[in-house]
């Protein structure tokens, strides 16, 4: 079946299928006359239950090594249960800073942040978690690497097209076609090269000291 009747059986969207397709979690047949996916009601069902165990909070990485048999659904759950136990913890404390903050009646600009992150270092020491704000500010970069990258991408391949237009209609002379061309596919080879090196940055937990607390 094609993948529209996958996204309506199921109730997800295509992006979140070839999601689940890029990490390896349901891998569909290929129809031989057209290469295309073909989906089957075993599919279906996999992705019906990748679907409730991402619902319930399960990472991608537990659910492949259920797949894989190397996890019981047992043991999957009775770790996860306890994650969210500790989650659970940590946002009934997040809860309580902000109910000491909102009590003492103070203004953005009035308040000393200092003694509220000492408490809070103080607890991080018995094991509470708070928001991981380097963890937010990768995220972030890597969302405005890659939005810079396409539009520079983009302004290139533009140009590449008015080279390509001009030679076509004007006859524009080879040398300046090759110019148009080479150039731009030149910058778009480059750009990639750096938005790859930069998210290797970024997982590697490249930060700038302005990022940590």
């Known amino acids: 079946m094609k993948i529209n009747q996958v996204e309506e059986l199921v109730g997800i969207t295509k992006k979140n299928i070839r999601f689940y397709e890029d990490q390896g979690l349901v891998e569909p047949d290929r129809n031989p006359e057209n290469g295309y996916r073909d989906y089957s009601l075993k599919d279906v069902e996999r992705l019906r239950k990748i679907k409730l165990l991402r619902m ?3 990472s991608c990485e537990d659910i492949r090594r259920l797949i894989q048999g190397s996890l019981s ?6 770790m996860h249960s306890i994650r969210l136990s500790h989650k ?27 003694d509220y992150l000492e408490r809070m270092k103080e607890q991080e020491k018995g ?26 991408i983009l302004m290139m391949m533009g140009w590449m ?22 150039f731009p596919s030149i910058v778009i080879i480059s750009i990639i090269y750096v938005l790859v090196q930069r998210m290797k940055e970024l997982k590697g937990g490249e930060l700038d000291e302005a990022g940590k607390y």
């Open 56 to 58: 319930v909070d399960v």
């Open 73 to 78: 659904m047992k043991e999957c759950m009775e």
């Open 88 to 114: 659970q913890r940590d946002i009934g404390h997040m809860k309580e800073m902000c109910e000491q903050i909102a009590s003492e009646n103070t203004e953005f600009e009035d308040m000393n942040a200092g």
């Open 127 to 152: 094991g509470v978690q708070f928001m991981d704000v380097k963890k937010s500010d990768v995220k972030v970069r890597r969302t405005g690497a890659v939005l810079a990258a396409i539009v520079g």
């Open 161 to 182: 097209s008015v080279g390509i237009f001009g030679f076509v209609t004007d006859g524009m002379p080879v040398g300046a076609l090759v110019f148009m061309v080479v």
